[in-house]
């Protein structure tokens, strides 16, 4: 295979794939996001060619993978989390395809269930929650909130960290309760990891600081972290982190 799209996982450099990370420390090309850790760049070799995906258009990114992989190079497209989760791997595999460049994918562990998991919260839970929305929030004003005000089970809100406090407002407007149990989670799973429980109308003021990338959770299932005790295993794991 000439371009492995590869998930890189949420930010915890543990969290790639042991085929992502064989995929990795044979390339010849890296082309990565912003999202990645540092510590999965140094698995290429010292010697491949490292592109920062972020000095490019889309376009131009799709453009590179065709030009590199039509030389035979090998190359690794890592992004983070999974790649067609909101990571437009899709439009990447689009243009190797239609350039028949031949390309491999390798899935991600994404944000949307591991970023909660790591601070307690399931996305589903046995009599609490049977269904997931996940959604992009980044355009706040653009967002079906009557829908998802009305939508059974845990809302998911990706690119959301700046927008909490409008999110829960237009949620509550349409009928979601005030009530509600939610949760902020920044830099999930890496050592930058913070998390802010609030009730849905108080969880923009109380999440306001709280540096990107950040996933919001709305849902009865924030409130199961308590019951499992996370609370206290995570003030524990400050103390290990801090101890480190
Ligand atoms: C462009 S999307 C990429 C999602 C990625 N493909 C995935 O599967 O997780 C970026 C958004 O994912 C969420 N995200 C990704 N990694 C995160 C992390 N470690 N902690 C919190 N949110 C994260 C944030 O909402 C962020 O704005």
Not at 8 to 33: F, H, K, N, W
Not at 86 to 109: N, Q, S, Y
Request: proline share 6%; hydrophobic share 45%.
């Amino acid at each position: 295979m000439s371009v492995a799209i590869v998930g890189a996982g949420p930010g915890d450099p543990e969290l790639i794939t042991v085929r992502g990370l064989a995929r990795l420390r044979e390339c010849e090309v890296l082309v990565y996001d912003r999202l990645v850790a540092e510590e999965l760049l140094d698995e290429a070799p010292s010697d491949a060619l490292r592109i920062a995906r972020d000095d490019f258009k889309q376009e131009d990114v799709n453009k590179l993978l065709v030009m590199h992989g039509r030389n035979g190079r090998r190359v690794v497209r890592l992004k983070g989390g999974d790649p067609f989760v909101f990571g437009r791997g899709g439009e990447e595999v689009l243009a190797l395809a239609d350039a028949g460049v031949p390309f491999e994918l390798v899935p991600g562990v994404s944000s949307i269930a591991a970023v909660p998991e790591s601070v307690g919260i399931p996305v589903t839970h046995r009599g609490v929650s049977s269904s997931v929305t996940a959604f992009a929030a980044n355009d706040v004003e653009g967002l079906d909130a009557a829908a998802l005000a009305r939508v059974p089970g845990t809302l998911v809100a990706f690119m959301g960290g700046a927008v909490v406090d409008r999110l829960a407002e237009r949620l509550i407007e349409h009928g979601r309760p005030a009530g509600t149990p939610a949760a902020v989670i920044s830099c999930g799973t890496t050592d930058r990891e913070q998390v802010v429980t609030a009730p849905l109308g108080a969880i923009g003021a109380a999440a306001r600081d709280l540096p990107t990338p950040a996933l919001v959770v709305i849902g009865d299932v924030v409130a199961v972290r308590e019951a499992l005790g996370f609370a206290d295993f995570e003030a524990l794991r400050t103390v290990r982190r801090s101890a480190a």
